[in-house]
């Protein structure tokens, strides 16, 4: 089992940067791929981005060119640079793990991610 915990988030005001990172336990996290998801109020949970097991990347077109994720598995994190923020990028985000098969291998449906964690808010102003 993996519990994951996300930090970074908070108000910040438009065109500018945040970073999360989410801290998983266990020693199998090199065995997951991560994602980051968020969700807006009233609005259902959208994929953000997410990274294989072995490095690759893939983002949601709204973010592409804008949000960056990596992951460090020897300190067991996963972070997500947000540039160029704007008011829809507004939600509650959450990191979660997927144990797919496959190093290379990224999903982007939330019923793929098996654990998530509690999520933490960005709010964008104006």
């Known amino acids: 089992q993996v519990q994951l915990v996300e930090s970074g988030g908070g108000l910040v005001q438009a065109g500018g940067s945040l970073r999360l990172s989410c801290a998983a336990s266990?020693?199998?996290?090199?065995?997951?791929?991560m994602g980051w998801f968020r969700q807006a109020p009233g609005k259902e949970r959208e994929f953000v981005a997410a990274t294989s097991r072995d490095g690759n990347t893939y983002y949601a077109d709204v973010v592409k060119g804008r949000f960056t994720i990596s992951r460090d598995n020897a300190a067991n994190t996963v972070s997500l640079q947000m540039n160029s923020l704007t008011p829809e990028d507004t939600a509650v985000y959450y990191c979660?793990?997927?144990?797919?098969?496959?190093?290379?291998?990224?999903?982007?449906?939330?019923?793929?991610?098996?654990?998530w964690g509690q999520g933490t808010q960005v709010t964008v102003s104006a």
């Open positions: 266990g020693r199998t996290f090199s065995t997951y791929a």
């Open positions: 979660a793990a997927d144990r797919v098969l496959g190093n290379s291998v990224v999903r982007t449906t939330t019923r793929a991610y098996e654990y």
